[in-house]
C-alpha cells in the first residue's frame, strides 16, 4: 500500500501564487506514475499534471505555463508550483499515484490512460478575483 499526503492548499488572490505538497509513504518502491487532479465543485475531476519514472512531465493546457510539477525523490515528495493563479483554479487538489507500467501517466495533458490506485485526501486551492 502506498498513502499519499497533500498539504500547502490555501486562499490567494488572482495572480498570486502556492506550492503543493505530497508525502508518500508506504511500498512508494512500486510506484512509476504520480500527478495531480483537481475536482471543482460542480465539475468533473481532471488530470492537471504528470510526472512518470523517467522525468517526463505532462499538463493540461489550462495550466501549461503556470504550473510545475516536480519530485524530490530524497524527501517521497511530490510537488506543483502553481503561479498566475486564476479563479478558475479553484478546486480540491489531489495528488495520485500508480505502479508501472509508467507509460501509464504520458497520455497527455495531465491525464492517464488508467484510474490511479492511489489518492491522497485533498487539499483546497481558492483563488479569489
Known amino acids: 500500500q502506498v498513502q499519499l499526503v497533500e498539504s500547502g492548499g490555501g486562499s490567494v488572490q488572482a495572480g498570486g501564487s502556492l506550492r503543493l505538497s505530497c508525502a508518500a509513504s508506504g511500498y512508494i518502491y512500486s510506484i512509476r506514475c504520480m500527478g495531480w487532479f483537481r475536482q471543482a465543485p460542480g465539475k468533473e475531476r481532471e488530470g492537471v499534471a504528470a510526472?512518470?519514472?523517467?522525468?517526463?512531465?505532462t499538463y493540461a493546457d489550462s495550466v501549461k505555463g503556470r504550473f510545475t510539477i516536480s519530485k524530490d525523490n530524497a524527501k517521497n515528495t511530490l510537488y506543483l508550483q502553481m503561479n498566475s493563479l486564476k479563479p478558475e483554479d479553484t478546486a480540491m487538489y489531489y495528488c495520485a499515484a500508480h505502479p508501472s507500467p509508467g507509460w501509464v501517466c504520458r497520455k497527455g495533458g495531465g491525464t492517464w490512460y488508467v484510474t490511479p490506485s492511489y489518492w491522497g485526501q485533498g487539499t483546497q486551492v481558492n483563488v479569489s478575483s
Open positions: 510526472f512518470d519514472g523517467d522525468g517526463v512531465t
